[in-house]
Every structure is written in C-alpha cells, then in structure tokens.
C-alpha cells in the first residue's frame, strides 16, 4: 500500500508557500507549535487531524483542496485520501494546486 503522508504533507507545503506565509507564520494562525507544521510538511506526521488540514487549506486560500467534504471526519479523510489517488501522477504537488486554482478561476 502507498504511503500517502508525503502527499499530503507536499501539497499543504505547497499551499502555504502559495499563500507567501511561512512555517512560523502559519504554526502562529493555526495555534500549533511551528515544529508540527514542519512535521507535517515533512510527512513525519503520517496523518494530521482532517480538523488541522481544513483550517490549513482555509488560512492559505486553498479550500478548493479540501473543500470536498465540509463536514470533515472520517468521511473527510477517504475523500482526501481519493483525490491524493487521482492524482497519483502528477509530477508535483504545486501542479496539482495550479490545477485547482485554473479550476476555481474557471468557474
């Protein structure tokens, strides 16, 4: 089975790097640690809250990424989990964050 924390962790990254904060700006807004938001990144912490990675996407303007499912739990996680496996083949988490921002723009 694919390990899907580095995933995850890649396109927060690219998020918050796309928002121009960095992981102590970002640790300030999310009321955590700067050392968790690191870990994130890093794929050290092999699935962060659905709760963490919603406000995450909500502090960088990038609710598109997790804006599937608003109502978070399990639910939240496969469906987070789903679009981490369609889009296995994408060559980096940035192309996969221009895709959603061309999509929202789109619409």
């Known amino acids: 089975m694919m390990d899907?924390?580095?995933?995850?962790?890649?396109?927060?990254?690219a998020c918050r790097e796309?928002?121009?904060?960095?992981?102590?700006?970002?640790?300030?807004?999310?009321?955590?640690?700067?050392?968790?938001?690191?870990k994130v990144e890093a794929g050290i912490v092999k699935q962060p809250s659905y709760a963490l990675v919603k406000e995450w996407a909500r502090l960088t303007?990038?609710?598109?990424?997790?804006?599937?499912?608003?109502?978070?739990?399990?639910?939240?996680?496969?469906?987070?989990?789903?679009?981490?496996?369609m889009f296995g083949q994408v060559k980096?988490?940035?192309e996969m964050v221009h895709f959603f921002k061309r999509k929202k723009e789109r619409a």
């Open 4 to 13: 899907t924390a580095k995933p995850i962790g890649e396109m927060l990254k």
């Open 18 to 38: 796309r928002a121009n904060l960095s992981q102590r700006e970002l640790a300030e807004l999310l009321h955590v640690d700067r050392s968790v938001v690191a």
């Open 61 to 85: 303007e990038a609710q598109e990424i997790v804006g599937m499912d608003i109502s978070g739990g399990r639910d939240g996680w496969t469906k987070l989990r789903k679009l981490e496996a």
């Open 92 to 94: 980096s988490a940035m």
